[in-house]
């Protein structure tokens, strides 16, 4: 990963400087992201936000130092949610995952971002069960972002010599199958069936959760500040 604006920069480094060892990397965050965005419901940052810094543990600990740093993180991660959006909403084509880069090797390390895909279906398991009834090409694409998850996590029982053809050719397939998922999300949408359009969210609402595992509303707890 080269070449990153300053805003992500930040974002990595906010995110690096969490205590405990849960916290996402920026580029699994982003994998992450993707998978909120694409998922057939629509999952309120209240909901998701803690997962960031605590993984699976929806009860996990708070990991900030004070309220300045929960708001700063939570800004930065709701700036690049938006931006993340708003690159699925142009034409095809236009989405670029954000990966890691061993300089060492020019090798694109894009199983950390499929891992934070991977942390995003599990949120919500029953909502991606909705594509089951999709047309071919999303069905498709589902199917194959979860072996990619499989074999991205050691998980596979697929033959050596596909997984290694499909590590190859991951970085090229990625962009093209989230655009599968986010245009049949989009044509359901459209249809009325599921979910209204993500929404731009510039900061978490004054009466949800609030994102430092407080268990109070945010108007009553980080948004009094």
């Not at 906010?14 to 994998?31: F, R």
């Not at 929806?58 to 938006?82: C, H, S, W």
């Not at 590590?167 to 093209?176: E, G, Q, V």
Request: aromatic share 8%; glycine share 8%.
């Amino acid at each position: 990963m080269s070449g990153i604006s300053r805003r992500l920069k930040q974002l990595e480094k906010q995110l690096a400087s969490l205590e405990g060892d849960e916290a996402m990397l920026l580029t699994e965050l982003e994998g992450f992201l993707a998978g909120i965005l694409v998922c057939p419901d629509l999952i309120m940052p209240g909901e998701w936000l803690p997962m960031v810094w605590g993984g699976m543990k929806t009860d996990a600990a708070p990991v900030f130092e004070d309220t300045k740093q929960v708001q700063q993180l939570v800004g930065l991660i709701m700036e690049r949610y938006n931006a993340v959006a708003a690159d699925l909403q142009r034409r095809a084509g236009h989405y670029e995952p954000l990966f890691d880069v061993d300089t060492r090797h020019d090798e694109i390390l894009w199983e950390i971002w499929i891992d934070g895909f991977g942390t995003a279906l599990q949120l919500r398991p029953e909502a991606w069960a909705k594509m089951r009834g999709s047309d071919a090409a999303t069905q498709s694409a589902l199917a194959w972002l979860v072996t990619l998850v499989q074999i991205g996590r050691g998980e596979s029982t697929l033959p050596k010599e596909q997984i290694d053809d499909l590590t190859a050719k991951a970085p090229d397939l990625i962009p093209h199958y989230i655009e599968t998922l986010n245009a049949w999300r989009i044509s359901q949408q459209v249809a009325g069936q599921f979910r209204t359009e993500a929404p731009n969210v510039g900061k978490v609402g004054r009466n949800e959760p609030c994102p430092c595992g407080s268990g109070k509303k945010y108007k009553r707890c980080c948004g009094l500040n």
